[in-house]
């Protein structure tokens, strides 16, 4: 694409890189393709990593797109995976993490770039994320995950967006369906962590840039649109186990003493009594072998 900077004023503007990670679902890849090349803001460079699709793999799409770079994994090394292949290649200052099934405005990305050159700080920015086709926003920021319940509150969560959101504000967590992140943060705290596979990487990674002194923010003068869990199915099974997994997961890596003991607690005595009664009472036994199995895998690494 051509270097120039859209409408982001500064005479030098830094080159962005682009990761999105494709699986199984061409159409989707295509119609965030179509979108993201639309955008204003051109000093960018834009990976498509085919994450080791079997039924619909990246090829038909290749030579229609020669001004992207695609990067093929004959295996499905997950969420965090996938990005890492291409964050070895790319040379951007900043780097935009976003989902293959969104959608973007043609402005969104300048918001973002100009809040890093105005915040040194920064380590990691977001837009504001809404359901595809509607006004209804997904996600604003987020509360940090209590180190005693493994819990947290997603800002803005189900909320017309009425404008109560624009400008930039700090928060706790990022979401993995659109952030930006500054390349020195990636060279501080290493690549997103690959033991996840799926979900909760992008939590357990931003916990870190804090740890090493980098602010979260969300700006809510861009917007992406999200047409969300089309890749894996809402609720599936699927799902279910990498969240139960990986919800314990980041728990384990990330506190200590008192607040280990207190998540450990909560999970024993009120998460798994609560969902093997309601698992069992719906008779949905294809979700209790997820959620046991989730488990159980930590109770063995």
Known sequence: METTAGTYEDINPPLVSIISVHFNNLKVTEEFIKSILQIDYTHVEIFIVDNGSLSEPIAPLIEQYPEIKFIISESN?????????????????????????????????????????ENPNVGMVCPLIKYFNTNIIQYAGNSAISNFTGRSSRIGFKEEDLGQYNGAFRTEMIDGAA?????????????????????YEEIDWCTQAKDAGYEI????????????????????????????????????????????????????????????????????????????????WNLIH
């Open 179 to 199: 952030v930006l992140v500054k390349k020195e943060v990636i060279d501080a705290i290493g690549l997103m962590p690959e033991v996840f596979f799926l979900y």
């Open 217 to 296: 923010w969300v700006n809510g003068n861009s917007v992406v649109y999200h047409k969300e869990s089309m890749s894996v199915g809402k609720n599936s099974p699927f799902k279910l186990y990498y969240m139960t997994r990986n919800r314990v997961l980041f728990l384990r890596r990330n506190t200590r003493g008192i607040q280990k003991v207190s998540w450990m607690l909560f999970i024993m005595f009120f998460t798994i009594p609560k969902n093997l009664i309601l698992y069992i009472a719906k008779g949905d036994l294809k979700s209790l072998k997820s959620f046991c199995k989730g488990l159980y």
């Open 77 to 117: 090394l997950g969420f965090a995976g996938g990005n890492n292949l291409a964050i070895k290649e790319a040379k951007g200052e900043l780097l935009l993490f976003i989902n293959n099934d969104t959608e973007v405005e043609t402005d969104f990305m300048n918001p973002l770039v100009k809040h890093f050159a």
